[in-house]
C-alpha cells in the first residue's frame, strides 16, 4: 500500500514535466488512414489492400490507454473482396479490444469505401463528401471488330468450356452476361446485408433507394441514416475527449518508390536497395493501375 502511494505521488509531481504523450491523463486516439482505390496496389502507386493495412490497424488498437480508433477514409472503393477483408479485420480488433471506432470521412467513402466506413461505431463526413454506392459493377471494352479490321486471328485453346466467359476479343454471349449479373445481384446483397447490419438502426430510407448504387452529398447521407454527423477530424476528437486529446498517425511509412513498411508510427524514410530492379515493369503496372483509378475517383467528379 505504501509503495503504491509512493508512486502515486512521484506520478503526480512527474506529470507537469512530462510530454503529454506520456501523462496518464491525457486521452490517445490513435488514426490510421485508408486512402485510395481498393485492390489496386502496386510499389509506385499503394492503395487500400488487407496486406498493406493490416499491420497498422493491429498497431492503432494496441496504442496503450487508448479511447477510440479513429479511421481517416479517402476512397471510391475497388475489390470488394479486399473491401472487405479489411472491413472485417477492424470489427475483430475493436471487440478483441473494447474499443470504439470513429470513421472520419474525407472527399469520398464510396462503394467499397463505405463498407470500410461500416467498421466504424460512428461516421463523420465533411460537409463536401460523397458517400454512398452501393452497389456492385463491372466493366470492360470489346475489341473483336477491331481484330477483323486489323487482319488479326486470336487463337485461344481452353480446358473447361466457360474458360474464356466475356473474353474481350469475342463477341459477347447473353449467357455469359447472364452468369455475370447473378454473380454481380450475389455480391450486392451481401454488401446491403452487410450495411443494414451495420446501420439497421439508423438506416432512414427504402432498401431501393439506399442500394440503388446513387451516391449523395454528406448531407444528404445523413439525411438518409449513412453517417452519422458533419465534422472534421480535429473538432470532433477535441468536443468529445477534450482539447488535450492525441491523435498519433499510426500509418504505413512511405519507402523508395512508395514501396510500404506496414504497421510504422508516424513518418519516415526507408533507404531502399534493388534501385533499378524492376523499374520498367513496375512503371508500365503503374500506368493501367493509375488510369483504372483515375476512373474510379471522376464517376464522383473528383
Not at 454506392?133 to 487482319?151: D, H, Q, T, W, Y
Not at 510500404?260 to 493501375?289: F, H, K, N, Q, Y
Request: proline share 6%.
Amino acid at each position: 500500500m505504501a509503495n503504491s502511494s509512493f508512486l502515486a505521488g512521484l506520478r503526480r509531481r512527474l506529470d507537469p514535466v512530462l510530454p503529454a504523450a506520456l501523462r496518464g491523463d491525457t486521452p490517445v486516439v490513435p488514426v490510421v488512414r485508408l486512402v485510395g482505390a481498393i485492390g489496386m496496389s502496386t510499389p509506385f502507386r499503394p492503395g487500400i489492400t488487407f496486406a498493406n493495412t493490416a499491420k497498422a490497424l493491429e498497431r492503432a488498437f494496441a496504442v496503450k490507454g487508448a479511447r477510440a480508433v479513429a479511421l481517416v477514409i479517402n476512397s471510391p472503393g475497388g475489390a470488394p473482396a479486399q473491401s472487405h477483408l479489411v472491413y472485417k479485420r477492424i470489427r475483430a480488433l475493436a471487440e478483441e479490444k473494447k474499443l470504439p471506432v470513429i470513421a472520419f470521412v474525407e472527399d469520398v467513402a464510396a462503394s467499397g469505401g463505405y463498407m470500410l466506413a461500416c467498421a466504424a461505431d460512428e461516421i463523420v463526413a465533411d460537409v463536401f463528401s460523397i458517400v454512398g454506392s452501393i452497389g456492385v459493377v463491372s466493366a470492360g471494352f470489346g475489341f473483336p471488330r477491331a481484330l477483323e479490321k486489323l487482319g488479326i486471328d486470336r487463337r485461344v485453346y481452353t480446358a473447361g468450356e466457360r474458360k474464356v466467359m466475356l473474353d474481350p476479343f469475342q463477341p459477347e454471349k447473353p449467357e455469359d452476361v447472364e452468369r455475370l449479373k447473378a454473380l454481380q445481384q450475389e455480391i450486392h446483397a451481401a454488401f446491403a446485408s452487410l450495411v443494414k447490419e451495420r446501420r439497421g438502426d439508423v438506416l432512414d430510407a427504402d432498401e431501393t433507394t439506399l442500394f440503388s448504387g446513387e451516391f449523395w452529398s454528406a448531407p444528404q447521407a445523413q439525411g438518409l441514416g449513412l453517417v452519422d454527423s458533419i465534422g472534421d477530424l480535429r473538432s470532433f476528437l477535441r468536443a468529445r475527449y477534450g482539447d488535450k486529446v492525441l491523435t498519433p498517425l499510426i500509418e504505413t511509412r512511405p519507402g523508395l518508390f512508395g514501396r510500404r513498411s506496414p504497421g510504422v508510427m508516424g513518418i519516415g524514410g526507408d533507404a531502399g536497395a534493388g534501385l533499378g530492379s524492376g523499374i520498367g515493369a513496375g512503371a508500365a503496372e503503374t500506368l493501367i493501375s493509375a488510369a483504372e483509378e483515375r476512373a474510379l475517383w471522376s464517376r464522383f467528379g473528383l
